[in-house]
T-cell receptor
Framework: DQQVKQNSPSLSVQEGRISILNCDYTNSMFDYFLWYKKYPAEGPTFLISISSIKDKNEDGRFTVFLNKSAKHLSLHIVPSQPGDSAVYFCAASAGRDMRFGAGTRLTVKP | GAGVSQSPSNKVTEKGKDVELRCDPISGHTALYWYRQSLGQGLEFLIYFQGNSAPDKSGLPSDRFSAERTGGSVSTLTIQRTQQEDSAVYLC??????????????FGNGTRLTVT
């Protein structure tokens, strides 16, 4: 029962361009959404979050957009840098119940 | 301050043996979670501890899996009679306030378990 889906297992982007990572969810009870970044052999690290009362949250090069009617969120990275190459996990929570997507591997080419 | 520490980082075991995985959360964090990530899969919730409350064990896949958290700090995840399908990366995370995800999870580097 995948309540959080990341349909693109991988994404390749040129350095300096925009990276857009997408995530869809099915549970309308989710009220908080997060993106985590994971390098090989390390645990995921928190990147950015958004609550359901907002539709956009920005932190430097990273912006998360939430479309509640479509149950869709996205992470924009502008400009993309080679150091952004990692696996990005989308997560959604309702209280302490947090569900993760399968991840999208982003490769930023110099 | 130190982050979440997990040991061992890698564990290879024979099918049928028991294994114990350890997690040291960030000091002062009241909530502790165990997840696992199988190859090509997302993070699968296993168990959640919050303070002195009874743990939420709803994610444990079978009765071969158990976990405890002693003194509200260190946690151990035990897998009895391991099977090959138990092979995965087991991740521990802690957060300052469980159940409030304005308090994000801080993950350890995980334990890679391989059952041969």
């Amino acid at each position: 029962d995948q309540q959080v889906k990341q349909n693109s297992p991988s994404l390749s982007v040129q350095e300096g361009r925009i990276s857009i990572l997408n995530c869809d969810y099915t549970n309308s009870m989710f009220d908080y959404f997060l993106w985590y970044k994971k390098y090989p052999a390390e645990g995921p690290t928190f990147l950015i979050s958004i609550s359901s009362i907002k539709d956009k949250n920005e932190d430097g090069r990273f912006t998360v957009f939430l479309n509640k009617s479509a149950k869709h969120l996205s992470l924009h990275i502008v400009p993309s840098q080679p150091g952004d190459s990692a696996v990005y996990f989308c997560a959604a929570s309702a209280g302490r119940d947090m569900r993760f997507g399968a991840g999208t591997r982003l490769t930023v080419k110099p | 301050g130190a982050g979440v520490s997990q040991s061992p980082s890698n564990k290879v075991t024979e099918k049928g043996k028991d294994v114990e995985l350890r997690c040291d959360p960030i000091s002062g964090h009241t909530a502790l979670y165990w997840y696992r990530q199988s190859l090509g899969q997302g993070l699968e919730f296993l168990i959640y501890f919050q303070g002195n409350s009874a743990p939420d064990k709803s994610g444990l896949p079978s009765d071969r899996f158990s976990a405890e958290r002693t003194g509200g700090s260190v946690s151990t995840l035990t897998i009895q009679r391991t099977q090959q399908e138990d092979s995965a990366v087991y991740l521990c995370a802690s957060s300052l306030y469980g159940g409030q995800f304005s308090s994000p999870l801080h993950f350890g580097n995980g334990t890679r378990l391989t059952v041969t």
